[in-house]
């Protein structure tokens, strides 16, 4: 499976921006799928997860409350609602994608899209 993740942008603390992960192919039902972020000279992070049909959804204590990760399996697209945004969720955010189910570890997926800047200003 491909993915291309998009939606990313400038925008000031306490605003709010949309992800979108759209993936290639039939099977993108049987994937879990995972948002990742990484900020520069940090590791990646586990930011969200989502199981295959969208009813169990789980998330880093980080973005809890505040983010929302959802599935359209119709449209092949999974989407992170990023909602009052902060500095420290700067980072480059990545989708993931694995036939083995959830995982809060990034080394759990085989599938990883280009990556999509968010900036949050102070």
Known sequence: VQLQASGGGLV???GSLRLSC???GRTFSSYAMGWFRQAPGKEREFVAAISTSGGSTYYGDSVKGR???SRDNAKNTVYLQMNSLKPE???AYYCAADRWGVDR???GYSYWGQG???TVSS
Request: no cysteine; net charge neutral; proline share 0%.
């Open 67 to 69: 983010f929302t990760i």
């Open 89 to 91: 969720d700067t980072a």
């Open 105 to 107: 570890k990034s080394s």
């Open 22 to 24: 759209a993936a290639s």
């Open 12 to 14: 000031q603390a306490g």
């Open 116 to 118: 999509t800047q968010v």
